[in-house]
């Protein structure tokens, strides 16, 4: 069975030098494929090559003859080959020659079909090869995805694995460069080798099951160095399962490094929120201390008025020094937020910058590409040119040595005449 959803992805350089089979086998691809380029002998199959190319366009399948004039469609290839080493390609012949077969085995020719052709099984070949291939673009660009994630990670994050025991076996050089260790003074230890003193029993027991029930563990991990030093980490611990997916043969841990400007943002924002709760307990209990103090103020004295009005003056300035330092956190808090606004439309314009600077060298190169189309297409025509120059002047040649017998003719017609006379 065709299928018609990828077939119709599939662009294809068809090259045959027989007209109506050119006819017929384009009737039928231009119904099915993406896009179909036709030439008619092997030299303009490849110049049609070279130009599609250049442009950045892509071909997925060459079908061609291999019995052409001026270039063979295994010369064509052979061509081909020194641009795209793993092109498909489906060689037609009227012939089953053992020579060709063997040169089309050595340029890595997918299918050798003869003539008269079967259209199905041309197009189910092409299905297959095109399939393929489709697979293994898509697999290589997992391979390639897969390790740029890999290298981003191990830029950015600080990466182990241990054995089910805890036992390391494999850190990155972030992870070296963070500790203080070496791989090799890592490889081999337990994990906890990195444990700060003051982490609790409790901690990792909770941690080891839920990573040893195969679930993942998130959370903030307190670390030293080789020299004793803190570090604190965002962690993130998964099992790895076997083949199977049922076993547990191994644990990975991705962590990032909590900074010192992270931390110190944090607790100063927690001081804010924390002097804002306390500002507010305070003036919920002066409160309470005025409205004390006014019932109190209908039984004293004067002497103990005015002390009270004293203690009533000391709380006001404390609760003035208060909503100083509320301001002050403030005023920290909006330029933080400035400074961030900043370099984030820092960061948009350099973007910005970045894509507009990609986008006029693509089509600088699409300039330079053109033009090389067009002097080559020059360079075409100046030979085409000089061929009639060189016909002209051959025929001109004939011309001059036909009009040179016949003047010698003539002059022997002549000679013979004056002799005559002379008798």
């Known amino acids: 069975m065709f299928n018609q959803d990828l077939l119709r992805t599939i662009t294809v350089l068809y090259v045959e030098d027989e007209e109506r089979i050119r006819l017929t086998m384009y009737n039928v691809f231009v119904k099915l494929f993406k896009k179909v380029y036709v030439a008619v002998d092997g030299k303009d199959g490849f110049e049609l090559y070279k130009e599609i190319i250049f442009k950045d366009e892509e071909i997925d399948i060459v079908v061609a003859d291999i019995n052409m004039p001026v270039m063979s469609g295994l010369d064509m290839l052979e061509s081909i080959r020194e641009f795209d080493k793993d092109l498909p390609f489906i060689l037609t012949t009227a012939h089953a020659e053992s020579d060709y077969l063997l040169r089309a085995i050595d340029l890595n020719v997918r299918h050798y079909a003869v003539k008269p052709l079967q259209i199905k099984d041309v197009m189910l070949q092409i299905q297959d090869i095109c399939e393929n291939k489709f697979n293994e673009k898509i697999i290589k660009h997992q391979a390639q995805e897969k390790e740029q994630y890999i290298s981003i990670l191990n830029q950015a994050a600080i990466v182990s694995k241990t054995d089910p025991n805890g036992v390391i076996t494999y850190v990155n050089e972030l992870f070296c460069e963070v500790s203080g260790y070496t791989q090799k003074e890592l490889i081999g230890q337990n994990h906890n080798i990195l ?20 679930d993942t563990w998130k959370g903030k991990v307190k670390n030293q160095t080789k020299d004793g030093q803190l570090y604190i980490v965002y962690a993130t611990i998964f099992p790895i399962l076997d083949d199977i997916g049922e076993n547990i043969i191994g644990y990975m841990s991705v962590q990032f490094v909590i900074t010192e400007d992270e931390t110190e943002k944090r607790l100063f924002h927690h001081k804010v929120i924390q002097d804002i709760s306390d500002y507010r307990q305070k003036a919920y209990h002066l409160t309470k201390e005025v409205e004390k103090l006014k019932k109190q103020l209908k039984y004293s004295s004067r002497q103990d008025i005015a002390l009270l009005i004293d203690a009533l003056e000391l709380e006001k300035q404390k609760n003035q020094t208060i909503k100083n330092q509320l301001s002050h956190y403030e005023e920290d808090i909006k330029l933080s937020e400035q400074k961030y606004n900043l370099l984030n439309k820092e960061y948009q ?10 986008k006029e060298c693509k ?22 040119k000089i061929k009639e120059l060189e016909n002209i002047v051959k025929e001109q040649r004939i011309e001059v040595k036909n009009l040179n017998e016949v003047i010698q003719h003539r002059e ?12």
């Open 412 to 423: 022997e017609e002549l000679y013979k005449f004056k002799k005559k006379k002379k008798k």
């Open 363 to 384: 089509q600088e190169l699409q300039n330079y590409q053109d033009k090389l189309i067009s002097i080559q297409n020059e360079f075409t025509d100046y030979q085409n």
């Open 349 to 358: 314009d350099r973007t910005f910058e970045l894509n507009e600077e990609r």
């Open 195 to 214: 444990t700060y003193p003051d982490v609790s029993k409790s901690f990792f027991k909770k941690m080891w099951n839920t990573i040893s029930a195969g």
